[in-house]
């Protein structure tokens, strides 16, 4: 079982920034492949980022490409997502998830969810 803990989330404005982070419980966190999502309002949840168990691999949606960075901190159980240039449509609750293996954009592939951070980004 791994628990997952988001945090970071707030309000700010458009053209800011905002680092969100999500702590992990176990022991194997190296061995799960990391993903962020988000969910606006009265919008299906889609996918934001993810990172390979050992950091070294990462994909993006084009909406935040170039904007975000998803990386990980193996020895503090964390993964991080550094959001910059924020864009009131970027306005969601964000969620990070865990599965083992291989990352992927799917999120039924995910089989840890964490409980979400809403950020708000005001125009």
């Known amino acids: 079982q791994v628990q997952l803990v988001e945090s970071g989330g707030g309000l700010v404005q458009a053209g800011g920034s905002l680092r969100l982070s999500c702590a992990a419980s176990g022991r194997t966190f190296s061995t799960y492949g990391m993903g962020w999502f988000r969910q606006a309002l009265g919008k299906e949840r889609e996918f934001v980022a993810s990172v390979t168990g050992s950091g070294g691999s990462t994909r993006y949606a084009d909406s935040v490409k170039g904007r975000f960075t998803i990386s990980r901190d193996n020895a503090k159980n964390t993964v991080y997502l550094q959001m910059s240039s924020l864009k009131p449509e970027d306005t969601a609750v964000y969620y990070c998830?865990?599965?083992?293996?291989?990352?992927?954009?799917?999120?039924?592939?995910?089989?840890?969810w964490g409980q979400g951070t809403q950020v708000t980004v005001s125009s």
């Open positions: 998830a865990a599965r083992r293996g291989l990352t992927t954009t799917l999120q039924s592939a995910y089989n840890y």
